[in-house]
């Protein structure tokens, strides 16, 4: 016998944390009813399965070792159908307001990589979703540790 509508939810959640929105689609994909899709949402939400908040903390907690910024785990978020409210909780709640440690290890690691290119780097700490500011402090250190080493001309230009 297939499983209920509630089940199948009870199902897909010891897997992973969703996100209300989200485990509506795959129910409605499953081809599950919409009154049974509501009741059986309502009623894990009652239960304390169903927490659009607790999965939004669990998201990022998960993600924060990843190297990714504020803006990529805000579009995440959203692109799985957390709720706006959920997705400011956390990244208030779990993300620094200064960004730049991240970027800057986010870097290093690129480099490790053999990235050398100012502007691939810069492109990749964009997709990483760290703030232009940070992005900005990376490349200007980049370039101050490449100009270290050049003598400079006196105020003659000479």
Known sequence: MPPTCYQKSV?????RPHFRRELEAKLRQRGFPSEEIDEAL??????G??????AARSFVEGRLGKGEGRARLKAELAKRGAPGEAIKEALAELTPDDDLPAAREAAETWA??????????????D???FS???ILA???????????GFPT??????
């Open 49 to 54: 399965y169903l927490d659009d908040r607790a």
């Open 153 to 158: 001309l006196d105020e003659d230009g000479s």
């Open 112 to 125: 490790r990589r053999g990235g050398r290119d100012p502007k691939a780097l810069a492109r990749h700490l």
């Open 127 to 129: 997709r990483k979703g």
């Open 11 to 15: 199902q897909l959640l010891a897997v």
């Open 132 to 134: 232009h500011r940070a």
């Open 138 to 148: 990376i490349l200007n250190e980049m370039t101050n540790e490449i100009t270290d």
């Open 42 to 47: 309502d009623r894990l939400t009652s239960q």
